[in-house]
C-alpha cells in the first residue's frame, strides 16, 4: 500500500504558475473563492460567509497535509504571490493507489488555461511522484467547462450517477472521470 509524506511541502512549478502551499495569508482569496456562488455553483458544499470560515478552511486543508491525507496548492502566477485558485488531490485512497483531484479558479482567470496548465503538472506529480494508479476527478454533469478541461487532460468518463448526492434539498447527479498512469 502506499503511504505518503507532504512534509516538506512539494512546491511544483509549470510555465507559468507555480503551485504552493496555502497559508493564512491567502484568506481574503480563498474567501473569494469559497464565497462566491458563481464558482461554487458545481461544488455541493455550504457558502463561506466569513473570514473565520475561510480561515476554518485553510486549517482544514493544512490538517489534511500534516496528516498526509490529502494535499492541495495555491494556484499563482510566477512573480506573484497572489492567489488564483486552488488545485488538489482529496480523498486519497492509498489501498487503491487512487486519488481524486479537483480545482477552482477565480472568474477573473477563467479561460486562461490555467486550469489545464496546473491539472496536467498534478498528473505527473500524482503517477511519477505519489506513485498513483488512478487519478479520479467528480464533477456535477452541468459543468462543461470542467468537463472539457479534464478531456483536454487525456480524462475518460467513466460513469454518470444519478440522484446519488443530497444537498439543500435537491438530488444530485455527479460524473466520474479518471485517468490511468499507463
Given at each position: 500500500m502506499l503511504s505518503f509524506n507532504f512534509t516538506p511541502f512539494p512546491v511544483i512549478e509549470t510555465e507559468r504558475l507555480i503551485l504552493r502551499q496555502i497559508t493564512?495569508?491567502?484568506v481574503n482569496e480563498v474567501f473569494e473563492l469559497?464565497?462566491?456562488?458563481?464558482?461554487?455553483?458545481?461544488i455541493p458544499r455550504p457558502l463561506v460567509?466569513?473570514?473565520e470560515d475561510a480561515l476554518e478552511?485553510?486549517?482544514?486543508?493544512e490538517e489534511k497535509i500534516i496528516?498526509?491525507?490529502?494535499?492541495?496548492?495555491?494556484?499563482?502566477?510566477?512573480?506573484?504571490?497572489?492567489l488564483l485558485g486552488l488545485i488538489g488531490f482529496y480523498r486519497i485512497q492509498p489501498e487503491n493507489y487512487r486519488a481524486e483531484i479537483g480545482y477552482m479558479?477565480?472568474?477573473?482567470?477563467?479561460g486562461k488555461g490555467i486550469i489545464p496548465e496546473a491539472v496536467n503538472r498534478l498528473i505527473t506529480y500524482g503517477f511519477n511522484d505519489l506513485k498513483l494508479h488512478s487519478i479520479e476527478a467528480v464533477i456535477d454533469p452541468k459543468n462543461t467547462a470542467?468537463?472539457?478541461?479534464?478531456?483536454?487532460?487525456?480524462?475518460?468518463?467513466?460513469?454518470?450517477?444519478?440522484?446519488?448526492?443530497?444537498f439543500e434539498g435537491k438530488f444530485l447527479d455527479k460524473v466520474i472521470y479518471s485517468l490511468l498512469s499507463h
Open positions: 493564512n495569508n491567502d469559497r464565497s462566491n456562488p458563481e464558482t461554487m455553483k458545481y460567509k466569513t473570514t478552511h485553510i486549517a482544514m486543508i496528516s498526509n491525507t490529502g494535499i492541495n496548492w495555491g494556484i499563482t502566477l510566477k512573480g506573484s504571490s497572489k479558479l477565480l472568474p477573473d482567470f477563467h470542467s468537463e472539457k478541461v479534464l478531456q483536454k487532460c487525456g480524462f475518460v468518463k467513466e460513469a454518470h450517477l444519478k440522484e446519488c448526492d443530497f
